[in-house]
């Protein structure tokens, strides 16, 4: 066995309790929420719903939905992470930036973008959905994977070819091993995403795509059948818990660590890379170009008025409360989505490295992640329910919209961060120690420059979860303090030409936002 | 087959752009060249061109008359040790030497029984179980070597291959590797900034040379 | 392995724990001061709008601060609501509507009111108020929208009745929305319920011979597939009657002189919205001034431009674009209340298994 686990005695001190971060911030957004939700709900005769037929089969067909976005969206961000986290070329910095952006487009702007290009080839059903599921799924697949593949120094696989193995075998044989465990953390997140899709589901998918999540939204929304919305959201945490647990288990081996060295390429890689370059492009920017025709287009042929109106009047409704003013909600959701970032690695951080240290282990790693299992509505309701109301309204300090989205990325930042980490060279802390160091000076020295590349691909993921989320911001915003998805959802919630094009500027403006965040994050991280 | 060494006739390496002036060189089986010169002078650039990792800009490269410029780093038969031992860390000492011989398309007891005899040839006997995390620094160098060796090359690069370890192993692995180029009687290039153990790897087996940069 | 459960446990009781603390809070805090400035927090769903100088004018006389929290859609907002029955998140809450508020009653989700502006109300919505429990505040008809245009340049005629749309002469023209997922979609579900009775589903299978298409919401299918929306190639869809008076109000620059979408007056089905203060509140006195304030002329008339559904009192003048091109529908389907409540769970399960969804 090669891993390299680095022992307690060796780490300082503060590490011994660096659980209690995230164990304190899972219990205060997650566990009170459920418990006061479940404390309405649930009684005794709870359980004989679990003999209703019905959340099994929809659970049967998520799962198969699933496991194919899975697949699809490995297929594509694999050849992504590769050549956006490991080659050099001009304009790198952005390309990786842009990947992110079909995780942050609300779901009702892809869902119609994707059926402007392909609706009617397709039409509703099973294949579309994944489509756009693999779709918004790729920047999980390029940051998490792309983050450990930057660790991984690119002579093994040189090394591999001198020693006679063609490309494909050096990397079966030597970089895929490495790369296992982060290509099963992106896999179950994926999947997660797509068996717990809501938008996407409702909009494209048919009778043979359905999710819980659309269950549970039907049984708490429309028939106010609270008991089966329960059995239908433990059924969802249980097979959601199910298949993180088999992430958490995919072991690591370790790999030397070199960040920031890019691979210059040459001849047949310079070939493939612009081929992979070109096809990102090209995938990411198809739906995003279809929402820049949108939003210079009227009736009566092209138009800068939906853009004049964002920019120029104070509210897109002039004298009402509608909407409120776009710009306001620009900074809102900037804002929100710093905040996010910086909570989200933080704790997520901590959640890692407690992970590291080996005393807390992969339970806690599983306890961090199940916010992914729980759905926007259990969450919302949850938290309307607990600090929604006397004693505890905390609506009014603006803070459950950025703690609930942080707590919606702290499993994708431990996600990316733990492979990483714990493949990270464990003897660097032993030589370190030997040369004097202090454990904690030790500790920095082997972890701090991984720690940071990690945090920063962590934390550009996360700011991008606020920027893109919507189900739990339309529980907890307040009226005044709508983020830009709730903007967009409440255009596209109304008639009329003005609607629709403004709606495909505010998404035009979210894309360059997450775009211009995310490569601020990035090149903030890589500066030293 | 004719052991005549490796060959290099106006050889143009670099990135696109010339990074030297063409190099035309012969290095004969058994014998060290070694190339010394300042950091970011071409040195490794030479190295991973000869490898077939970078395409050469123009001019040949021949091994024992096999004229290999345009075959891809795994036809060329030519291994390479760096200043990390860069050892699989998913595999164990063993099956790390016996990689190359996995790829030759031996089944897994000839490789692995291959390899038990090169660990023994650079004096790891019985260390073919463990983790390539637990080796020491210079054990690890010489695992490097033996998986180097595992896969039969015609010619061998060390990219700088002592610069991490501490001077008496630095010498006693010198010794090993004039010993193992000797014994397998293949031409091998030694690149070290260290003007010093430039001219111990070149003059430490007859016919060797030294190439400033 | 074997410490998931020991950390599992320790969470869950951690949790518990603070749990208690927070509700065993509750007696210690703050009273509100009856002479203070008073907050009313009004929960409503995310269409709720109206003009802010009418917002500041009420906060301004009656000196209540009025704070306006979303509950997310409808349905999640009724959910909210109901799973906080008796210790609510808010004073009042606005945007129940009849297809959800058998349910609210049920639970005790309000205190009853009686606002003496209640007389003002249009005469069929004023003994809809269940018992004086909850008062109507507006109501709209979700109807069949026909684009026009299309019609039109196609030089068919357009359909005028729910029948016309099971005609093959309208064959795949039509987009519907869930009703599982969608308000508007369910309404429309409920219209032909109330016009066939137990042979509604005939009447659906019909429509699925003819090609409907069922689109997951609203906004999928107006601007997704109807042909007036963003360029589907749907000249029929389920929306509201107001839609075509609010694509004159949001169009661009100029606003043209006629929409060029109407609305088939047959079929609709009348939506009320309710507001109603929420039990538990600790501001009744306020509350039902907000109450007043809703039922008020000045909110009823900034309704219509603001929402695009008419107001609940009989005595308010109608924008122009309400009088000149929102359908004024004389016969709406509608259902009984309590009805809806019983059924609706049944009417989505037989309305799956015709249409295959």
């Not at chain 1, 942080?406 to 660097?428: E, H, M, N, Y």
């Not at chain 2, 490794?44 to 008359?65: E, F, K, N």
Request: with cysteine; charged share 15%.
């Amino acid at each position: 066995m090669t891993i390299t686990t680095p022992t307690l005695h060796r780490s300082p001190g503060w590490l011994r309790w660096a659980w209690l971060v995230p164990a304190v911030f899972l219990v205060i957004f997650l566990g009170v929420p459920l418990v006061s939700l479940a404390a309405q709900i649930v009684s005794p005769d709870t359980i004989s719903y679990f003999t209703d037929p019905l959340p099994w089969r929809v659970a049967g067909l998520a799962t198969g939905q699933a496991l194919l976005s899975t697949a699809l969206a490995l297929l594509l961000g694999l050849p992504m992470a590769n050549v956006l986290t490991r080659y050099r070329f001009p304009g790198r910095r952005w390309a990786l930036a842009l990947a992110t952006v079909p995780f942050v487009l609300p779901t009702v702007v892809v869902a119609l973008a994707f059926r402007a290009l392909l609706g009617a080839s397709l039409g509703s059903g099973l294949a579309i959905v994944v489509l756009a599921h693999a779709y918004l799924n790729l920047a999980v697949v390029v940051r998490i994977v792309g983050a450990r593949w930057a660790t991984i120094d690119p002579r093994f696989e040189t090394v591999a070819r001198t020693l006679r193995a063609d490309r494909l075998t050096a990397f079966r044989t030597v970089t895929l091993p490495a790369l296992a465990p982060a290509i099963a953390s992106a896999a179950a997140i994926v999947f997660v995403f797509s068996f717990t899709s809501l938008g996407i589901v409702l909009l494209l998918g048919d009778a043979n795509t359905r999710t819980l999540e659309s269950l549970v939204l039907r049984q708490t929304s429309v028939l106010l059948d609270f008991q089966g919305a329960a059995i239908s959201a433990a059924i969802q945490a249980m097979v959601v818990g199910s298949v993180l647990l088999w992430a958490a288990r995919q072991r690591s081996s370790g790999g030397t660590f070199r960040g920031g060295h890019l691979i210059r390429p040459d001849g047949f890689a310079r070939i493939v890379v612009g081929i992979v370059i070109a096809l990102t492009l090209l995938i990411v920017l198809a739906p995003v170009a279809a929402l820049v025709w949108s939003s210079l287009r009227s009736s009566s042929g092209w138009t800068l008025s939906w853009w004049s109106s964002v920019f120029g009047a104070q509210t897109i409704d002039a004298g009402s409360t509608r909407i409120g003013s776009p710009l306001a909600a620009m900074g809102r959701s900037l804002a929100y989505a710093l905040l996010t970032g910086i909570v989200a690695a933080i704790v997520g951080g901590m959640a890692a490295v407690s992970v590291l240290s080996g005393r807390i282990g992969r339970a806690f790693a599983l306890a961090t992640a199940l916010p992914l299992g729980i759905s926007a509505a259990t969450l919302g309701l949850g938290t309307l329910l607990a600090y929604g109301r006397e004693p505890l309204d905390l609506r009014a300090t603006g803070m459950l919209v950025p703690m609930a989205h942080a707590l919606i990325a702290v499993p994708l930042v431990v996600a990316v961060a733990t492979p990483t980490l714990r493949a990270a060279d464990s003897r660097l802390v032993t030589v370190a120690a030997t040369l004097r160091a202090r454990p904690s000076r030790a500790w920095w020295t082997a972890y701090g420059p991984i720690l940071r590349t990690v945090m920063v691909a962590a934390g550009g993921l996360a700011c991008a979860v606020s920027l893109g989320e919507f189900g739990a911001a339309s529980f907890l915003a307040r009226a005044d303090g709508l983020t830009v998805p709730l903007v967009i959802a409440r255009l596209l919630g109304r008639p009329g030409e003005a609607s629709f094009g403004v709606a495909a500027v505010m998404a035009v403006i979210l894309v360059v936002m997450t775009t211009a965040l995310v490569a601020a994050v990035d090149k903030g991280g890589r500066r030293s | 087959m004719t052991h005549t060494g490796l060959t290099v006739n106006d050889l143009v390496i670099g990135y696109g752009v010339p990074l030297h002036t063409a190099f035309t060189f012969a290095v004969s089986p058994g014998t060290v060249m070694a190339i010394v010169g300042p950091s970011g002078c071409g040195k490794s650039t030479l190295l991973s061109t000869l490898a077939g990792v970078t395409p050469a800009l123009a001019g040949q490269v021949t091994i024992d008359g096999r004229d290999i410029t345009t075959l891809p780093t795994h036809e060329r038969r030519i291994a390479m040790v760096f200043q990390e031992p860069l050892l699989f860390p998913h595999l164990n000492v063993r099956d790390n030497v016996a990689y190359g011989q996995r790829r030759m398309g031996k089944s897994r007891v000839q490789a692995r029984q291959e390899a038990d005899r090169l660990l023994a040839w650079v004096g790891l006997e019985g260390l073919g179980e463990r983790a390539v995390a637990q080796l020491s620094g210079g054990q690890a160098q010489r695992v490097s070597l033996a998986r180097a060796l595992a896969a039969e090359p015609d010619a061998l690069l060390l990219d700088e291959p002592f610069s991490a370890l501490d001077a008496p192993l630095r010498s006693r692995l010198a010794n090993d590797v004039l010993a193992i180029v000797a014994g397998a009687t293949i031409p091998a290039i030694h690149v070290t900034h260290d003007p010093e153990e430039a001219a111990t790897m070149a003059h430490g087996n007859p016919g060797g040379s030294i190439l400033s940069m | 392995m074997k410490r998931i459960p020991t950390v599992t446990v320790a969470l869950i009781a951690t949790s518990m724990f603070v749990l208690a603390a927070c509700s065993s809070d509750s007696p210690s805090s703050e009273e509100t001061a009856a002479s203070g400035p008073v907050t009313v927090q009004l929960l409503t769903h995310d269409s709720f709008a109206l003009s802010e100088d009418v917002i500041a004018d009420f906060e301004a006389s009656s000196g209540i601060t009025l704070e306006v929290v979303s509950g997310g859609d409808a349905g999640s907002m009724v959910a909210g609501a109901i799973l906080a029955a008796g210790a609510p998140t808010a004073d009042v809450m606005f945007g129940v509507d009849n297809t959800l508020v058998t349910r609210t009653l049920d639970e005790g989700v309000f205190e009853p009111y009686t606002s003496p502006e209640s007389s003002a109300l249009r005469p069929e919505l004023a003994d809809q108020t269940f018992e004086g429990r909850v008062t109507p505040i507006d109501f709209g008809d979700v109807c069949i929208n026909i684009d026009d245009t299309w019609f039109a340049a196609e030089g068919i005629a357009a359909p005028t009745t729910l029948e016309d749309l099971a005609n093959p002469t309208y064959k795949d023209l039509l987009v519907v929305q869930d009703p599982g997922t969608s308000s508007p979609g369910l309404a429309f579900l409920l219209s032909t319920v109330s016009r066939y009775g137990d042979a509604w589903p005939d009447y659906w299978q019909r429509l699925r011979d003819n090609g409907v298409k069922v689109s997951g919401s609203w906004s999928d299918a107006y601007y997704g597939d109807f042909t007036f929306g963003g360029g589907g190639d749907r000249p029929i869809v389920v929306s509201y009657a107001t839609s075509p008076p609010a694509e004159i109000v949001y169009a661009e620059g100029e606003p043209p002189a006629r929409p060029s979408t109407s609305v088939m007056t047959d079929g609709c089905y009348r939506q009320i919205e309710y507001a109603g203060i929420l039990a538990g509140t600790d501001q009744p006195a306020a509350a039902q001034q907000v109450i007043d304030w809703l039922l008020s002329p000045e909110v009823q008339a900034d309704i219509p431009l603001n929402m695009f559904v008419f107001p609940a009192r009989q005595d308010i003048p109608l924008p122009a674009v309400f009088t000149e091109f929102a359908a004024q529908v004389d016969s709406a389907e509608q259902l009984p209340a309590e009805f809806v409540a019983e059924n609706v769970g049944d009417l989505l399960a037989k309305w799956g298994s015709v249409m295959g969804r």
